[in-house]
Every structure is written in structure tokens, then in C-alpha cells.
């Protein structure tokens, strides 16, 4: 079983791209963020000509937005709201023992400061809320897997200059606490670090704003794939597909994939 997480920054723009994904990397469920479409119009029948006829979508039309499409039948499609803020982050399904959510977490706007950044109050909110709920509604000794953009980049060698970037949103200390206690909160494994020692350089976002950004290689690791440790020792292999950002029209993101 292969599942993969993909920011796909606006599902419409992105829609070769995504088939190129699907089809080259044979992915039996693929969890997307940003899907900027109203759940209304989302393009269900692409997928379904695609083979994957099971879909999880929470979205609303420009902006955030989650979703689900898997060849596989599912059991579940649970939507939970944080921060009471209804604005589309999340989606889960089950597959048998495998309980899998999708998240995309906020971005927290541009200055790290609860006091005038209403964005960031937001973020930081999101994430308190995240870790209480996390082991109220799931136990350690479960299959549970957490994939999607979390818009935090929590280790040194996560950003492209730890110096210059401490004290950016994204890699503030607030919010690198705050992954670090999601994480421990059901004693979860970082999976794109698993097999990759924390002093070597992982990065899954390349910003659009400065054009040489990927060239020069000043990325973030902003996307990440949480595993319990029952569900870790089932996994085969994780990647993480840096090509797919020198594509044509490509995300500013690109996806993990994860092989159970």
C-alpha cells in the first residue's frame, strides 16, 4: 500500500501534475492540502477515470482545503474542527487498522507574535488544540498516521539558514515546541527523518517569491508523515519525491510517500 501527502497549491492548475504522480508512482491513496475548490465543484470524475474511485473532501472555494482520493474503500470520513475555526484543514478515513488524517495547518501570516498577528495566534491555537486532542481520541498502541503540510519546520537543518530563519514563522521556537510536543503526544515517528540523521538537510517547500529558490536550493521542510510505533513497523520505505518541483507549473511543495 502506497499513500502519499502532496500541498498541491490549487487543485485545478495542478491537474497534470497530479496525474503524472498517480500514474508514475502507482499511489493507491493520495492525501492532498490546498485544494483552493469549493467541495461542490471538486473534480471527482478525473479521479474516478483515474481508477480511484473513493474520495474525502473538505474544501471551500480560493483558499485551504483538504482531500482524500484512494482506490481503496474506506470505513471513515471524520472532519474535525480546531480552534473552533471551520476552515477546512482536516480529514481522516480508515482502512481496516489503519487510521490515516490529512491536515493542512495554518500558516501563521508573517510575524511571529500573538499580539498583532491574529494569523499566528491562529496557528499557534490550532496546534494547542492538535496536541490535547491527538491522545484523547487516539492510543499509542493504534495504527495512526498523520501526513500533510504542517507549516512548521522544526530542525536545524530543516530550513536553509537555521541563523537567518529562527526567528521566521514557520521556525520560531514556539512553534518548533509545539511539533516536537504533537509528535511526542502519541509517541509518533518522524518518518522522512527515520532512516536520515537529524544533521543532514530535508527540505519539501521551495517558495514561489524569490525564482531561484529551488536552483539555489532554499527549501523548508514543511510537509511531514507521523507514524505510531505499531503502524512504523510496517513500513517498507518513505520517500521523498524532490523532482516533481523542477516539473512544468509545478507546487511550490512536493509529496512523501509512504509504503506500507
Known amino acids: 500500500m502506497r499513500i502519499a501527502t502532496w500541498n498541491v497549491n490549487g ?3 495542478r491537474m497534470e501534475q497530479i496525474k503524472r504522480l498517480l500514474d508514475e508512482q502507482y499511489l493507491d491513496v493520495l492525501c492532498m492540502q490546498e485544494v483552493k475548490i469549493a467541495e461542490d465543484i471538486f473534480p471527482h470524475d478525473f479521479f474516478e477515470q483515474l481508477g480511484y474511485g473513493h474520495r474525502a473532501v473538505v474544501s471551500q472555494k480560493a483558499n485551504h482545503g483538504v482531500a482524500i ?4 474503500p474506506f470505513d471513515a470520513d471524520w472532519r474535525q474542527v480546531f480552534w473552533d475555526k471551520d476552515d477546512k484543514r482536516h ?9 490515516l488524517h490529512n491536515f493542512y495547518m495554518p500558516a501563521g501570516g508573517d510575524k511571529p507574535d500573538t499580539d498583532v498577528n491574529e494569523k499566528f495566534a491562529h496557528k499557534l491555537g490550532f496546534y494547542d488544540h492538535l496536541i490535547d486532542w491527538t491522545p484523547e481520541n487516539h492510543k499509542a498502541s493504534e495504527k495512526v498516521l498523520f501526513m500533510g503540510d504542517f507549516n512548521i519546520a522544526p530542525l536545524e537543518t530543516d530550513v536553509w539558514n537555521h541563523k537567518k530563519l529562527v526567528k521566521s514563522v514557520g521556525h520560531s521556537p514556539g512553534e518548533t515546541e509545539r511539533w516536537s510536543k504533537l509528535k511526542q503526544a502519541l509517541d509518533f515517528v518522524d518518518l522522512p527523518r527515520r532512516d536520515l540523521s537529524d544533521d543532514q538537510s530535508l527540505f519539501t517547500w521551495w517558495g514561489y517569491r524569490y525564482p531561484l529558490a529551488f536552483a539555489k536550493d532554499y527549501g523548508w521542510r514543511l510537509d511531514h508523515a507521523f507514524a505510531t510505533q505499531p503502524l512504523n513497523q510496517d513500513i517498507r520505505d518513505v520517500q521523498v519525491l524532490k523532482d516533481t518541483r523542477s516539473w512544468e507549473k509545478p507546487s511550490d511543495h512536493i509529496p512523501i510517500i509512504v509504503e506500507l
Open 69 to 72: 482520493v484512494s482506490r481503496l
Open 91 to 99: 480529514v481522516a478515513v480508515r482502512f481496516g487498522d489503519l487510521m
Open 11 to 13: 487543485i485545478r492548475p
